[in-house]
C-alpha cells in the first residue's frame, strides 16, 4: 500500500521536504503526495515550521481515548458547551459528541443541567467548578471571525 511505503520513506528519511520524498519515492507523483498528504490528515506524518516533512513517534492512543483527551482540555479551557457546541468543536457527528459527554459524565468529569439562565438548552460543565460563583469579566480584547471562540460567544458578542 502506497501509504506504508511512504511512512517508511518519511521515517528513514525524514525529515525531508514533499519534493525530495517524492523524488525518491517510486511512487508516480500524484500517489506519492496523495499518500503523503493522507498520511498527515491521518495525523502519522506533520511538517515543521520550514516545511519538513517527519513521521509521528509513538506510542499511539487509541482514537476514543483520544478523543476523551481532547475533549477534556475543551472543557478546562472554556469550561461550558452544549452538546452542538460541543460537535462542532471536536468536529466530530453528534452521536459521537453525546457518547463523549455520557463518558465525561458517568466518570463524574462533567455535569450536566440547564445551565445557562432563560435557556432550554441542555449543557455540560467542569463538575469541579459546579457552584462556584462566576465573576465578570471586565477585561476587553479584539475578538476576529476567524476564531473559534468567536463561534462560542457568537450569542454575547
Sequence with gaps: ???????????????????DLVRVSNLYEDDAVEAINSLA??????QDSIGMYSAVKGPFMPVDEAQEEVARM????FGIFSAEQ?????????AVARSLLRRLEDQGFLVKG??????STLMWMLAED???????VRDQFILNN??????????VV
Design 1 to 19: 500500500d502506497n501509504q506504508k511505503r511512504m511512512l517508511k520513506l518519511i521515517r528513514e528519511f525524514g525529515p525531508a521536504t514533499k519534493k
Design 41 to 46: 490528515h491521518l495525523s502519522l506524518v506533520y
Design 74 to 77: 475543551l472543557f478546562r479551557e
Design 86 to 94: 460541543f460537535s462542532l468543536f471536536m468536529d466530530v457527528r453528534m
Design 114 to 119: 440547564f445551565l445557562e439562565e432563560g435557556s
Design 130 to 136: 459546579s457552584g462556584k460563583k462566576v465573576e465578570k
Design 146 to 155: 476567524q476564531d473559534n471562540l468567536h463561534l462560542y460567544l457568537r450569542k
